[in-house]
Nanobody, 117 residues
Framework: VQLQASGGGLVQPGGSLRLSCAVS????????MGWFRQAPGKEREFVAT????????RYADSVKGRFTISRDNVKNTVYLQMNVLKPEDTAVYYC???????????WGQGTQVTVSS
């Protein structure tokens, strides 16, 4: 399966962006999907996930209430709507996929999000 992330860019604090992750090679509904991010000099961290069967979601505390993960199984695409962005949200954002409850198996190439005035 291949993952292609897009939608990053430069935005002012308080602004919004929507990231997309297009999945090809397999049906999206087969996978749990997640978003992660890595800021300069820091380890990659979990942001949000959506579960394949229930469609349920889970978020990191740092983004809860501001970010929303969603999936469109017809378009084979996962989204991350990011609102009220803060400078500390600046990072490269990665989408990832897995079929089980273990570690993520597949990763996209990342898209840069920069929050700055």
């Amino acid at each position: 399966v291949q993952l292609q992330a897009s939608g990053g860019g430069l935005v002012q604090p308080g602004g919004s962006l929507r990231l997309s992750c297009a999945v090809s090679g397999q049906t999206l509904s087969t996978y749990h999907m997640g978003w992660f991010r890595q800021a300069p000099g820091k380890e990659r961290e979990f942001v949000a996930t959506t579960y394949r069967s229930s469609g349920g979601t889970r978020y990191a505390d740092s983004v809860k209430g501001r970010f929303t993960i969603s999936r469109d199984n017809v378009k084979n695409t996962v989204y991350l709507q990011m609102n009220v962005l803060k400078p500390e949200d600046t990072a490269v954002y990665y989408c990832a996929a897995k079929r089980t409850t273990g570690g993520y198996e597949y990763w996209g190439q990342g898209t840069q999000v920069t929050v700055s005035s």
